[in-house]
């Protein structure tokens, strides 16, 4: 699935494949654009996130079955994440739920759309219809300290201050969208939902009050603040305790696919759990050994070169009890020292929004 945006991109974009997607990896360099995202206002081409509407009589129980998190009551002027999980309680997806009048809107992570609608259609029942949207509607980003002024200048000012995860039907240009309050990197974000006509209009007039981020520069940013991006986490057999991400499901609902492996995992206490490090030389790759002491402890996850930090930056699936921050290890043999999310303090946290 190429970006509906693809035509507007520079001549020099650098594409890559995720999951069933061609996504921006960068438009210009990876310094570059992390700087904009990190110190003013960046947009983002979130075509590669597929939309899933599921609707009918039925649509809010099933969608109450196959998230993880408590949807029941998701109104029109919310959304929330959620992860979506298998029968054994692996990951098939993160998604960012909206409450719509007719039920609920899903959105993919970046590349996973396919496996997504695959997993619904699997279990669809016959008072619920689900709808692959990706062929009318897109999505675009801002995120940075400043996008609250891109919004203002776009749409409307009184958008930018919306509570996090609000949601409002509005229009640009004559044109409805859905309008969130959402965000990825820990600094202000933003997402409107369009029709694939208007698309490369708003991307256009939001070239003129922001600067182009692709892929990369993104999950380097959700990397520093600790969000999950399950195309990089979500290794075969690990729990959603060991991944970290329990903060995305419910245990307190009395059903929804995977709640038993999860409980299991969560009464267990065992396993292996998640942390950040940073150190060595180089990136390692994922599935590099741990050691403390001499002692394998564990492997890389995830690792990058982080343009803030200066230094490599990664995630290890350690013994449980070596998952604390300010620990001297060693990976691949290198000397690296662990961390406490957030690796880098977004500069949002300090900007008030005008």
Known sequence: MASVLASTHPEDTAYGHVGDATVPLRF????????????????????????????????????QRLLARDVEYLTSDRCMMSLVLDESGQIVDQVLAFGRDDGILLESSCGAGTRLLEHLLARKEEDVEITDRSGDLTILGLEGPYAWGVVGRLIDGELASLPFESVVDTTWDGVDIVFARTGL????????????????????QSLKHAQPAGLEALELAMLEVRQPIPRHEATPGASVIEIGANWLVDITKDEFVGRDAVVEAFESGGGRRTVGFTGCTGVPVPGTRVQAGGQDIGEVVYAVHSVGLGATLGLARVDGELAAAGLDLAVGGLPVTTLTSPYIVPKSWSIPII
């Open 28 to 63: 210009s360099s990876l310094s570059d654009e992390y700087g904009v995202l990190r110190e003013r206002a960046a947009v983002l081409d979130l075509s590669g996130h597929r939309l899933i509407e599921i609707t009918g009589s039925g649509a809010v129980d099933f969608a």
């Open 185 to 204: 990197t820990g600094e202000y974000g933003y997402q409107m939902i369009v029709p694939i006509e208007s698309a490369a209009g708003l991307w256009s």
